[in-house]
């Protein structure tokens, strides 16, 4: 059957003064040791070259711009680009993506994928952005991602690579059905996803004490309703006084998880993800085209 060694390489804290340098020094470090262990492909988490800067609100154009990438690679990035070609692994890189569109500014939480020969095959701009677009009076960490980033505006693709099709999402999109199901609609059996999640989301300690299990309901749950392998990567650990939860993990169709990071720093996870598993479930429980019935799903895209 058709296999794939995937990867998730989990980043530990990235503290405000870390440099973009050190930074992508550790994401090669992770990178030899995903290569050592067999791995084709790599997936890094979400804003993964900079400390998560939505949990504070600035107002400084000049200090909120240096948490953005205006060229990918660029200057810094480019040596982990390097390296994974020549280790010749693909991998999927979460950050903060500037552009000037017909003369305006506009501010992405962006992913790319670049597979086995160094080769751009994709970029996905998140389409779910959590929290709020104001900083909240009563919160001790903010999270105003609808403050520093625009929704996403090029869609759930899939892309053909690994041998496979391939889907991206980015973090809270994870806690969405409608996310996976749009991709495995349009033949993803695999689909990549980073994650930088507080566990004080809400500052209701009922809620935010599940944070975990969400985690882990949301990943489980999209990847066996939808016959895709999951890799999810988190940003994890005490990060400028806020701790993001690891669990980095690989999920198979079945929803079983096969592998999880257990330490909340920078930790490497591997499997070897059977790409066929995902058509015993296509061709029994979840056949779309036998089981589906869309007329009555209408309300789901209604706003
Ligand atoms: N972070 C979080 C996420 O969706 C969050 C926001 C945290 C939601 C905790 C619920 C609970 O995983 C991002 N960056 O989307």
Excluded at 8 to 32: C, F, K, N, Y
């Amino acid at each position: 059957s058709r296999t794939l060694v995937a990867a998730a390489a989990q980043m530990g804290p990235i503290a405000l003064s870390d440099t973009r340098r050190e930074v992508v020094a550790r994401l090669i470090a992770l990178l030899h040791e995903a290569a050592s262990r067999g791995a084709e492909l790599v997936v890094f988490p979400e804003l993964t070259l900079t400390t998560f800067f939505p949990r504070w609100y600035m107002t400084d154009p000049d200090e909120i711009d240096a948490f953005y990438e205006t060229e990918m690679p660029g200057r810094e990035t480019l040596p982990l680009f390097e390296a994974a070609k020549k280790l010749r692994i693909g991998f999927y890189l979460g950050y903060a993506e500037l552009v000037v569109e017909n003369g305006v500014k506009r501010r992405f939480n962006t992913s790319i994928l670049v597979d086995r020969d160094g080769e751009f095959v994709g970029k996905y701009r998140k389409i779910h952005l959590p929290g709020w677009d104001a900083p909240q009076p009563d919160l001790k960490s903010q999270h105003l991602e609808k403050y520093y980033f625009e929704p996403g505006d090029l869609g759930f693709n899939v892309f053909e690579a690994f041998g496979t099709r391939v889907g991206m999402a980015i973090c809270n999109d994870r806690r969405w059905p409608e996310t996976y199901r749009v991709m495995a609609l349009r033949g993803s059996e695999m689909i990549l996803v980073g994650y930088n999640t507080p566990d004080d989301h809400t500052g209701n300690f009922d809620f935010d004490s599940l944070t975990q299990f969400h985690n882990q309901l949301s990943i489980q749950a999209g990847a066996y309703q939808n016959s895709n392998w999951v890799i999810a990567t988190a940003k994890a650990g005490h990060e400028e006084g806020s701790n993001l939860i690891g669990q980095s993990m690989i999920v198979a169709p079945s929803g079983q998880i096969v592998a999880m990071a257990t330490s909340t720093d920078d930790e490497v996870v591997v499997a070897k993800c059977d790409l066929d598993m995902a058509a015993l479930y296509r061709k029994t429980i979840f056949d779309f085209a036998r089981h589906r019935e869309p007329e009555h799903y209408r309300l789901i895209v209604e706003n």
